[in-house]
């Protein structure tokens, strides 16, 4: 078993799998009266989160919590030190203290792989910069799995700023480990160069969201970032919705059984109209609750064992 | 709880096979303990099954399906997966972990039975108790193995036993079933006497 989740690339088929099926049994204590069990007892979890997150530190807390181990919670909003050695006097902290587990959200790509290499304990990537979001693409695999029944073969579409999206990296190389094809779509401005090829060949890149709809299975719309908007990568807001947004009509060019997915938060709008996130093919919702149970399969299975 | 593995090395001595039960054997018991629980139980009622993996949960199939035929009544049947609830958690690679599946009507205010195939140190049990604890509030907790091996290291002892084996700490008690490993049987393997 892995010692740390830093990217999408540490997980092969099979622990990939094991983890999508270890979350399907976590999935069942949230159905219950006593959402606990007492797998971690003792075990320590910090949150280390340099950057803003609702959903991915609540989950995580969540996560932790129902598996019985300790959390804090260390946000360091705010902070004026030096990045790099706050970062390692912080990781020597937290060592110090014996925290078992360190969740990382960095806004510098490549902090979680750093910080794994200064502490003990396992390290999970919860975001770094515009690098890695692992746990995201789990997420993502695991709700495609639960509402499609594979993951093998499937088209999937990630569609919008993929040049910043940590989420589009992972799933493209956690995706293509487990089998299904991914379609990276967006303005050129916002597709670097050779990514497809880079992270995981047999990825195909396209311009035009109205050409690939009828053959995807998955839609994944990722989130324009506000502070991109002003950045010029494309003309206006209003002409970026026109052409990658995804609407009603578009939406309707899908296959019958398709999905519609978003890590969160929505620019309702923007790359997705209300129509789409709140109809009976999107996926959103969803994804939250079942974060909770990735995560818990991701810690019990870095956590759980003897194997640090 | 499954058995320590026998140490089993082709060059050494070879390890004594004694078979406890013959596949025949087997079933005989089991058909024993189904009529067992429904003397105990005055006709089974209101009582649940619950298998701990692995080879519990085929037996406690096996002993509901008995229990239909002798009496025309359905026990309700399911599986209580205690990975997550052993004290070794820590001390093996990490597990994994299987599937609970707790029957439609639930276990609160049943008599929930337990079912496994060897009873050896009694953690096994500890685990399932907690983990009992945790899906339901059971009327009464009772339990069934096929075989009861000795050795206890913690106060439980079953309410059904299939068949009291003395062993000695260094020999192995090994359980098949059709369903998990294609022929039923119990075997005892000797430690390092010859």
New interface residues.
Partial sequence: MIRHLLSGADLDAATATRILDTAAEMATVAGREVKKLPALRGRTVVNLFYEDSTRTRISFEAAAKRLSADVINFSAKGSSVAKGESLKDTALTLQAMGADAVVVRHPASGAAHRLAEWVDGSVVNAGDGTHEHPTQALLDAYTMRARLGRLAGLSVAVVGDVLHSRVARSNVLLLSTLGAKVTLVGPPTLIPVDIAGALAPGTDVCYDLDAVLPASDVVMMLRVQRERMGDSYFPSAREYARRYGLDGPRMRRLPEHAIVMHPGPMNRGMEITPEVADSPRSTIVEQVANGVSVRMAVLYLLLGGNNA | MACPPAAQSPTARQPSVKVILASADVQRVVDRIAHQILEKTQGAADTVLLGIPTRGAPLARRLAARISTFEDVTVPVGVL?IT??RDD????????????QLPPGGIDGKRVILVDDVLFSGRTVRAAL?AL????RPASVQLAVLVDRGHRELPIRADYVGKNIPTALAESVKVTLAETDGTDGVKLYGGTSS
């Avoid at chain 2, 604890?133 to 339901?136: A, F, I, K, S, Y």
């Fill in positions: 997966d997550l609830y958690l820590r001390r093996q690679a990490t597990r994994a972990v299987g599937p609970t907690d604890n945790d899906v339901g």
